[in-house]
């Protein structure tokens, strides 16, 4: 169920376990609890389970561990004794409330939450109110969920955080409990960068949801554009799947949400259910029966709907007296002035529809407003030839699975809004964009006439794949990843122990023979100001002189520098040399250069004008260009009147945008370096030359590789696992080991020459 890239850990320091913690209990944090809590006349506590597909899916596993489930118990006027009263009922339940005052109810609930964080993570950025309301509250109830967390954790626990609500939850939660092992899904859209970036608190956002150890999308498009926001308001790249915050690993991953499909199904079948369908048929006559349901929201596309509806009776009225429409909306806030006015322009819309094209013994659309029993839902989608899910943005919309799932028939037909969360499963629904009102009801009008074999190869597959992949599935895969943090995953930025170190010199100095690897700048040199600047001081040329003099040792410097200034460094040196990241090969002194790819120089095109842009518009920075590939230093990029000093950063993060997004399909890489943006080929790395250098040396010896970023990383992955690997500084690595400087780095040299 999940797209999660499994884990490729990096090799355990000595006396480190990298085996995942004992599990403890589940801690389950949402903005409700699964517990609907009322106050009956007798002002006597009445608590039901709620029906949500949250608590379907999360209530096993919450029992099962034992676990807790915090969350604010709803719109209740308590005193402090009833409170205690609560608390204690709750706990027999294993649930622990949050009560919110009224204030922080509408600031942070409904003002923040449901103001503006839902609507502008659905797209609908002209919802926003003038006025965005006060951060400071939500984020002090999100403190008060955190702190709700951090007093009842134990070791061994595993914490998950649920969607928009408490997005600065996992932060706080890590800051006070930085081995605790955090878990967050997000059950709404994540919009694209363009969009988010609207946020004033866009950056205090990402970085509370980087507390986490795992966050969980419903589908790739989403956690894209987490990572594409990611980059351009933190400068922070994604590998694949996982990223470093501070000194953890943080994991994204897809897990999309089914339903309690066999609950659905039975639902179903059940006899109740069977004699609403039979009373719904019968009303219907021989009309075909087209239903919607949803809550009502600005989201779920109701008005386009009907328009689609409208135009199919205008464009085919031969279906005039054929169809019956049923649309369900389920009330919702309906304090909120705006939501009010949303249900007036829709039973305007159902009015108009019915007086245009109703006739003395039909009545085209039944609309009902009104909460209706799972049974009732069950029923109308058993009866319905075809559903309706089309919203104009949505996270998942479980509606469409809980459809499907309930069709023990295999019969009925789903259309479906390519802009739900659910459209990347469901590729047998008719796919529709709601914008387009004519194709839509088209494809109604297709729906209708499906023939029955078709109707039935359709919906067979589709509850195939959603009964395989329900609820339970999602839930269990979700915490199995997070289950799976280990230690190394919040740690393994931490600087390895002196007795971790002196174990590496000993294995080097023991050996029959070695193969030292070792990258350049930031590694043996520090950082200059310009590539010209770097040359080697007359102490490292005497420490590289002095290992390579030994008979048992093979030294070679790996850059992603020109051959002309490796040679003009470090030409004197007996050592191997590679130059532009392993693309040019030296092995001996007196070797000639070799290119170890032919490369394409076709792309440095399109490339060069952008960077060149960049230059004129960047004060402080230029172009380098090499063999294989173009890099845009930004080490002396200047501030001006109208940029903060950071504004290098912030350059550089747009022009990595800009040609990621140019370049996507072209085979090439873009790289963050130290204060460089470079482009080069793909398959061009330091990894390159490591069989070559193998091949110098006996099986028995030691293979000793040393760097400081990106590329290094190439060059650790292509070494054999035992290999000691060091990586210099505290960027994210795969090395085992981990010193501070580059002075260590010398210094660790040395002592291989004791």
Same mark, same amino acid.
């Given at each position: 169920? =999940?797209?999660?890239?499994?884990?490729?850990?990096? &090799?355990?320091?000595?006396?480190?376990?990298?085996?995942?913690?004992?599990?403890?209990?589940?801690?389950?944090?949402?903005?409700? #609890?699964?517990?609907?809590?009322?106050?009956? !006349?007798?002002?006597?506590?009445?608590?039901?389970?709620? =029906?949500?597909?949250?608590?379907?899916?999360?209530?096993?596993?919450?029992?099962?561990?034992?676990?807790?489930?915090?969350?604010?118990?709803?719109?209740?006027?308590?005193?402090?004794?009833?409170?205690?009263?609560?608390?204690?009922?709750?706990?027999?339940?294993?649930?622990?409330?949050?009560?919110?005052?009224?204030?922080?109810?509408?600031?942070?609930?409904?003002?923040?939450?449901?103001?503006?964080?839902?609507?502008?993570?659905?797209?609908?950025?002209?919802?926003?109110?003038?006025?965005?309301?006060?951060?400071?509250?939500?984020?002090?109830?999100?403190?008060?969920?955190?702190?709700?967390?951090?007093?009842?954790? *134990?070791?061994?626990?595993?914490?998950?955080?649920?969607?928009?609500?408490?997005?600065?939850? &996992?932060?706080?939660?890590?800051?006070?409990?930085? !081995?605790?092992?955090?878990?967050?899904?997000?059950?709404?859209?994540?919009?694209?960068?363009?969009?988010?970036?609207? #946020?004033?608190?866009?950056?205090?956002?990402?970085?509370?949801?980087?507390?986490?150890?795992?966050?969980?999308?419903?589908?790739?498009?989403?956690?894209?554009?987490?990572?594409?926001?990611?980059?351009?308001?933190?400068?922070?790249?994604?590998?694949?799947?996982?990223?470093?915050?501070?000194?953890?690993?943080?994991?994204?991953?897809?897990?999309?949400?089914?339903?309690?499909?066999?609950?659905? /199904?039975?639902?179903?079948?059940?006899?109740?259910?069977?004699?609403?369908?039979?009373?719904?048929?019968?009303?219907?006559?021989?009309?075909?029966?087209?239903?919607?349901?949803?809550?009502?929201?600005?989201?779920?596309?109701?008005?386009?709907?009907?328009?689609?509806?409208?135009?199919?009776?205008?464009?085919?009225?031969?279906?005039?007296?054929?169809?019956?429409?049923?649309?369900?909306?389920? &009330?919702?806030?309906?304090?909120?002035?705006?939501?009010?006015?949303?249900?007036?322009?829709?039973?305007?819309?159902?009015?108009?529809?019915?007086?245009?094209? +109703?006739?003395?013994?039909?009545? @085209?659309?039944?609309? #009902?407003?009104?909460?209706?029993?799972?049974?009732?839902?069950?029923?109308?989608?058993?009866?319905?030839?075809?559903?309706?899910?089309?919203?104009?943005?949505?996270?998942?919309?479980?509606?469409?699975?809980?459809?499907?799932?309930?069709?023990?028939?295999?019969?009925?037909?789903?259309?479906?809004?390519?802009?739900?969360?659910?459209?990347?499963?469901?590729?047998?629904?008719?796919?529709?964009?709601?914008?387009?009102?004519?194709?839509?009801?088209?494809?109604?009008?297709?729906?209708?006439?499906?023939?029955?074999?078709?109707?039935?190869?359709?919906?067979?597959?589709?509850?195939?794949?959603?009964?395989?992949?329900?609820?339970?599935?999602?839930?269990? /895969?979700?915490?199995?990843?997070?289950?799976?943090?280990?230690?190394?995953?919040?740690?393994?930025?931490?600087?390895?122990?002196?007795?971790?170190?002196?174990?590496?010199?000993?294995?080097?100095?023991?050996?029959?023979?070695?193969?030292?690897?070792?990258?350049?700048?930031?590694?043996?040199?520090?950082?200059?100001?310009?590539?010209?600047?770097?040359?080697?001081?007359?102490?490292?040329?005497?420490?590289?002189?002095?290992?390579?003099?030994?008979?048992?040792?093979?030294?070679?410097?790996?850059?992603?520098?020109?051959? /002309? =200034?490796?040679?003009?460094?470090?030409?004197?040196?007996?050592?191997?040399?590679?130059?532009?990241?392993?693309?040019?090969?030296?092995?001996?002194?007196?070797? @000639?250069? *070799?290119?170890?790819?032919?490369?394409?120089?076709?792309?440095?095109?399109?490339?060069?004008?952008?960077?060149?842009?960049?230059?004129?518009?960047? *004060?402080?920075?230029?172009?380098?260009?090499?063999?294989? =590939?173009?890099?845009?230093?930004?080490?002396?990029?200047?501030?001006?009147?109208?940029?903060?000093?950071?504004?290098?950063?912030?350059?550089?993060?747009?022009?990595?945008?800009?040609?990621?997004?140019?370049?996507?399909?072209?085979?090439?890489?873009?790289?963050?370096?130290?204060?460089?943006?470079?482009?080069?080929?793909?398959?061009?790395?330091?990894?390159?030359?490591? @069989?070559?250098?193998?091949?110098?040396?006996? !099986?028995?010896?030691?293979?000793? +590789?040393?760097?400081?970023?990106?590329?290094?990383?190439?060059?650790?992955? +292509?070494?054999?696992?035992?290999?000691?690997?060091?990586?210099?500084?505290?960027?994210?690595?795969?090395?085992?080991?981990?010193?501070?400087?580059?002075?260590?780095?010398?210094?660790?040299?040395?002592?291989?020459?004791?």
């Amino acid at each position: 169920m =999940s797209t999660l890239v499994p884990d490729a850990q990096p &090799p355990a320091q000595p006396g480190a376990s990298s085996e995942p913690p004992p599990i403890g209990r589940l801690i389950l944090v949402a903005n409700r #609890l699964p517990i609907t809590v009322r106050l009956d !006349d007798d002002g006597h506590f009445v608590a039901e389970p709620s =029906s949500g597909g949250l608590a379907t899916g999360l209530w096993g596993p919450h029992q099962r561990s034992g676990g807790l489930w915090i969350g604010w118990p709803g719109e209740l006027q308590l005193s402090d004794g009833q409170k205690r009263d609560l608390d204690e009922r709750l706990a027999n339940l294993r649930a622990l409330p949050v009560y919110l005052t009224q204030d922080e109810i509408n600031e942070y609930y409904e003002n923040m939450a449901n103001g503006v964080l839902w609507p502008l993570f659905h797209y609908l950025i002209d919802q926003l109110p003038d006025d965005l309301g006060d951060w400071n509250v939500f984020r002090s109830v999100n403190q008060k969920f955190a702190q709700a967390v951090i007093d009842n954790y *134990r070791p061994g626990d595993l914490i998950w955080v649920q969607d928009y609500h408490l997005v600065l939850v &996992p932060a706080m939660l890590r800051r006070a409990l930085p !081995d605790a092992r955090i878990g967050f899904f997000l059950h709404v859209p994540f919009p694209s960068s363009e969009v988010f970036t609207v #946020l004033p608190w866009r950056a205090e956002i990402l970085e509370g949801l980087l507390g986490a150890d795992l966050i969980g999308f419903h589908t790739p498009g989403y956690m894209r554009h987490f990572t594409t926001s990611l980059r351009r308001v933190l400068g922070i790249d994604v590998e694949v799947d996982r990223l470093w915050q501070d000194d953890r690993q943080v994991r994204v991953g897809v897990f999309p949400m089914g339903v309690d499909a066999a609950r659905w /199904a039975g639902c179903g079948d059940s006899d109740d259910v069977t004699k609403q369908v039979s009373d719904l048929r019968q009303e219907a006559g021989d009309r075909k029966i087209i239903v919607g349901i949803d809550r009502l929201d600005y989201t779920k596309g109701i008005p386009r709907r009907l328009l689609a509806i409208d135009r199919l009776f205008t464009d085919h009225p031969e279906l005039c007296e054929r169809v019956r429409v049923i649309q369900v909306t389920v &009330p919702s806030r309906e304090h909120v002035e705006q939501y009010a006015e949303f249900k007036r322009r829709i039973d305007e819309m159902v009015g108009r529809i019915n007086s245009a094209h +109703a006739t003395a013994g039909w009545m @085209p659309i039944h609309h #009902l407003y009104r909460s209706i029993s799972q049974a009732e839902v069950c029923a109308l989608y058993r009866a319905a030839d075809v559903m309706l899910v089309t919203p104009v943005r949505d996270g998942m919309n479980l509606v469409a699975k809980e459809f499907v799932a309930s069709r023990t028939d295999d019969d009925g037909v789903l259309i479906l809004s390519e802009f739900a969360g659910a459209a990347t499963e469901l590729g047998e629904a008719l796919h529709i964009n709601p914008y387009d009102v004519e194709r839509f009801a088209n494809r109604i009008s297709q729906a209708l006439a499906m023939p029955e074999a078709e109707r039935h190869a359709r919906m067979e597959a589709l509850r195939s794949r959603v009964l395989m992949h329900d609820v339970h599935r999602w839930a269990e /895969a979700f915490i199995a990843a997070l289950g799976k943090t280990t230690p190394e995953d919040r740690g393994s930025r931490r600087l390895s122990p002196p007795a971790a170190i002196d174990a590496v010199v000993e294995q080097v100095r023991r050996a029959p023979e070695r193969l030292l690897i070792l990258d350049y700048d930031g590694t043996l040199v520090t950082f200059a100001p310009t590539p010209d600047e770097a040359a080697p001081d007359p102490e490292l040329l005497d420490l590289l002189q002095a290992l390579a003099a030994r008979d048992d040792t093979r030294v070679h410097v790996i850059s992603g520098r020109t051959r /002309a =200034s490796l040679d003009r460094w470090l030409g004197g040196v007996p050592i191997g040399l590679h130059a532009e990241h392993g693309l040019w090969s030296r092995i001996t002194p007196d070797s @000639p250069w *070799r290119i170890l790819r032919p490369v394409t120089q076709q792309w440095k095109e399109a490339v060069r004008p952008i960077m060149e842009h960049f230059v004129v518009t960047t *004060r402080g920075t230029f172009i380098e260009e090499k063999t294989g =590939s173009l890099a845009w230093h930004y080490r002396l990029a200047t501030a001006d009147f109208t940029h903060e000093n950071d504004f290098g950063e912030f350059q550089a993060k747009e022009l990595r945008m800009l040609l990621g997004e140019m370049l996507s399909n072209a085979p090439v890489q873009v790289l963050a370096g130290q204060k460089v943006v470079e482009v080069r080929p793909q398959g061009v790395h330091k990894g390159m030359v490591v @069989p070559l250098l193998l091949a110098t040396v006996e !099986d028995d010896a030691v293979v000793f +590789a040393m760097g400081d970023d990106r590329t290094d990383e190439d060059l650790f992955a +292509a070494l054999p696992d035992e290999a000691p690997t060091v990586h210099v500084g505290r960027g994210m690595s795969l090395a085992r080991y981990r010193i501070r400087s580059v002075d260590d780095a010398r210094e660790l040299l040395r002592r291989f020459l004791s």
